[in-house]
């Protein structure tokens, strides 16, 4: 079982940066790759990032590549997303989840927070 807890949201600026961070409980957290995904309003939750178990490895979806970092903390048992240049398109709340099986960016995962809301005004 694993407990995530986000945080790390607000209201920003188009422009403006944002780190979010999702902590984890469980001793077992470094054998998770784990993942961001956002959901707007009347749209369907999407894959934003993800970063392998150990951190050596990380993936983005086209609209946040080149703009976010994700990376993550074993030791902390801690996942950050740095968000730079924000857009008003980025709005939407923002979840952390641990990978299950399948494709990092379109699998199964098999836990998630109760999510972080992420606002940019124009």
């Known amino acids: 079982q694993v407990q995530l807890v986000e945080s790390g949201g607000g209201l920003v600026q188009a422009g403006g940066s944002l780190r979010l961070s999702c902590a984890a409980s469980?001793?077992?957290?470094?054998?998770?790759?784990m993942g961001w995904f956002r959901q707007a309003p009347g749209k369907e939750r999407e894959f934003v990032a993800a970063?392998?178990?150990?951190?050596?490895?990380?993936y983005y979806a086209g609209s946040v590549k080149g703009r976010s970092t994700m990376s993550r903390d074993n030791a902390k048992n801690t996942v950050y997303l740095q968000m730079n240049s924000l857009k008003p398109e980025d709005t939407a709340v923002y979840y952390c989840?641990?990978?299950?099986?399948?494709?990092?960016?379109?699998?199964?995962?098999?836990?998630w927070g109760q999510g972080t809301q992420v606002t940019v005004s124009s």
């Open positions: 970063v392998s178990g150990s951190g050596a490895s990380t």
């Open positions: 469980g001793r077992t957290f470094s054998n998770y790759a």
């Open positions: 989840a641990a990978h299950a099986r399948g494709p990092i960016t379109s699998g199964s995962y098999a836990y």
